[in-house]
């Protein structure tokens, strides 16, 4: 009766249900490396909130200054969120402690 119309197949899992994000690992909040990129965080955030605040257009310098600070604390932020998942333990084929 495999070929039926009207016949329930039955999956696992629910059709519409999305993957859920694994729980934030705390221990990495509370050691050196995840204290360090939080306050990197905060403070890259201070960083570039405070070239913003400049008249950083009319100088072409400023500009590259707040690109680079943008860019390196955007990146910085995807590095935090990937530790805080723990998503270097599905991607085990790249070098973390190298990329980091």
Same mark, same amino acid.
Request: proline share 7%; aromatic share 16%; charged share 5%.
């Given at each position: 009766?495999?070929?039926?119309?009207? %016949?329930?197949?039955?999956? =696992?899992?629910?059709?519409? #249900?999305?993957?859920?994000?694994?729980?934030?690992?705390?221990? +990495?909040?509370? =050691?050196?490396?995840?204290? !360090?990129?939080?306050? $990197?965080?905060?403070?890259?955030? !201070?960083? @570039?909130?405070?070239?913003?605040? #400049? %008249? &950083? &257009?009319?100088?072409?310098?400023?500009? @590259?200054?707040? +690109?680079?600070? /943008?860019?390196? @604390?955007?990146? %910085?932020?995807?590095? +935090?969120?990937? &530790?805080? !998942?723990? !998503? $270097?333990?599905?991607?085990?084929? /790249?070098? @973390?402690?190298?990329?980091?």
């Amino acid at each position: 009766m495999a070929g039926l119309a009207g %016949t329930a197949r039955s999956r =696992s899992g629910s059709a519409g #249900t999305p993957p859920a994000l694994p729980a934030p690992d705390t221990a +990495f909040l509370l =050691s050196p490396l995840g204290g !360090l990129m939080g306050a $990197q965080v905060v403070l890259g955030l !201070l960083v @570039w909130a405070l070239i913003a605040d #400049t %008249t &950083y &257009y009319l100088h072409a310098a400023y500009g @590259w200054v707040m +690109f680079v600070s /943008i860019f390196l @604390w955007i990146l %910085t932020v995807l590095f +935090f969120v990937a &530790y805080l !998942l723990q !998503l $270097q333990l599905k991607f085990y084929m /790249i070098p @973390w402690p190298l990329v980091v």
